[in-house]
């Protein structure tokens, strides 16, 4: 398992399993405005530019060529061929479990571990996405070594990069909440205010992220701004943050470190989710359906995140008869 596959594997898989009944309905809707690209050789999608009528062209093709690797536009354009008079664009939430700056597993590249955590992660974003920004036309891939989150709200997808960096920060929990708020009422009198005490909006979301992590440290990690004694100290005293006791476990950690603590905190939020997917708008992304050859893994939509195992959806028949 997560070894290469095969020309001869990939053939098996795109002319004997590969079915146009499973490619998603968000894929197939306007087909024709995106760009697709393709990797022959495995190194990397230098095949780009193409087009498709609908999904016979694309059974066809992927038959007949079974790429090593098959990816889409996350933009429509009105002539995908040169990427010309673009319309909209997908945005995204790139996880992959190899990049995850905290994780279990101490592995190479990606094991069941690192995977059951990438997908902790992305209910954690989808959780957000849904519930605080009201967001509801999601569709959630497993991509063959972590996930993408593919939003398709109309507002959205005009939107340009710098709203959505602006909204992945907010998302992600990338900035430390302000501590110092004023209230108009009584005259603007400024009052403090920590971010575990405010049990709404981007503070909790913020709150809820850094408490993921701390509580998913296992010791070995090397974190920019988290020396190994500090590192040593919030494992320690962690089980604080189980019972959200937030105000003993600053005082444990003492304030100045604490300080130093969400700041580096901030930034693990921010390195969970790669970035450069997010705020671009002619990315292509992994086809759902194809093979991620790499590791022998198709990339699927996921139907139920709660219990989704890669290990069970995943897996090619080609592998389950190595
Ligand atoms: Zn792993």
Not at 100 to 103: A, E, V
């Given at each position: 398992m997560f070894s290469p596959a095969t020309l001869e594997e990939r053939r098996r898989y795109y002319r004997e399993e590969w079915s146009d009944n499973d490619l998603p309905k968000f894929i197939i809707k306007e087909l024709n405005k995106r760009e697709f690209g393709f990797d022959h050789l495995g190194h990397g999608p230098n095949d780009r530019y193409k087009v498709f009528k609908g999904k016979d062209s694309l059974r066809r093709f992927l038959r007949y060529k079974s790429p090593f690797a098959a990816y889409i536009s996350v933009a429509f354009y009105n002539n995908p061929r040169r990427r010309e008079d673009w319309l909209k664009s997908e945005y995204i939430f790139d996880v992959d479990a190899k990049d995850?700056?905290?994780?279990s597993c101490n592995c190479e590249g990606v094991c069941e571990t690192c995977l059951s955590e990438a997908l902790e992660v992305v209910n954690n974003l989808l959780d957000t996405l849904e519930g605080n920004l009201g967001l509801n036309n999601i569709h959630l891939i497993y991509s063959g070594r972590g996930y993408h989150i593919r939003i398709l709200d109309t507002n959205l997808m005009e939107a340009d990069s710098d709203l959505r960096s602006e909204i992945l920060k907010y998302v992600a929990g990338a900035d430390i909440p302000k501590s110092e708020y004023s209230n108009p009422l009584e005259g603007g009198t400024r009052y403090k205010i920590e971010h575990f005490s405010i049990p709404i909006a981007y503070p909790k979301i913020f709150t809820s992220r850094i408490k993921y992590n701390m509580m998913h440290l296992t010791g070995n990690e090397e974190i920019e701004g988290i020396n190994p004694r500090l590192l040593k100290d919030i494992i320690k005293n962690r089980q604080f943050l189980e019972n959200d006791e937030w105000g003993l476990f600053k005082s444990k950690i003492g304030p100045r470190r604490y300080k130093d603590l969400i700041t580096a905190m901030a930034k693990v939020n921010l390195s969970s989710i790669d970035a450069k997917v997010s705020i671009d708008l002619k990315r292509i992304l992994r086809l759902p359906t194809s093979l991620h050859s790499k590791v022998s893994m198709k990339c699927v939509e996921v139907k139920n995140r709660e219990t989704f195992n890669p290990l069970k959806k995943a897996i090619p028949k080609f592998v389950e008869e190595r």
């Open positions: 995850l700056p905290i994780r």
